[in-house]
């Protein structure tokens, strides 16, 4: 007998992976910071970036093989918490080029805000979904009532 895997559980791992890529992928080909040689701001603050994307795209994958509901909670709770991170990142905890002209500056940071603050959103709605769910599901107290 197969389970299927739940509409929550896909909207979480596909949310996961979708904003994995977009950390780890998308500043090296779709909106690139400054040239990394330089090793300025930026480039460290991407190279961290980088870093919560690998870990956010482990979250996603390992979701589509967990069960429970408690752990898509917690994982949407991580994925918040490493959305904020990824926010404050370049913009207040390490920071970037100081020139507004700068790759990074106009293309990269507007770009890892846009997704980032997408990703919260989606989150967050995953998580009302969830807390929905699992108050509609009865417990074993409950179950024990009937």
């Known amino acids: ?25 998308g500043p090296k080909t ?5 040239d990394p ?34 752990y898509r909670i917690i994982a949407s709770i991580a994925g918040i918490i490493s959305a904020i991170f990824a926010f404050l990142i370049p913009g207040i905890i390490i920071g970037a080029c100081g020139m507004e002209t700068m790759p990074c500056r106009a293309l990269t940071l507007p770009a890892i805000y846009v997704i980032s603050g997408i990703f919260i959103v989606v989150t967050i709605v995953n998580l009302v979904l969830l807390f929905n769910a699992r108050k509609l599901k009865p417990t074993n107290d409950q179950a024990k009532l009937v």
């Open 1 to 25: 007998m197969e389970k299927k895997v739940s509409k929550t559980a896909l909207i979480t791992g596909i949310s996961f992976i979708i904003y994995a890529l977009a950390l780890t992928v």
């Open 30 to 34: 779709l909106y690139p910071g400054c």
């Open 37 to 70: 040689a330089m090793m300025m701001k930026c480039t460290q603050s991407l190279n961290v970036l980088f870093g919560i994307g690998i870990v956010v795209g482990i979250i996603g994958i390992v979701n589509f093989f967990i069960k429970t509901d408690i």
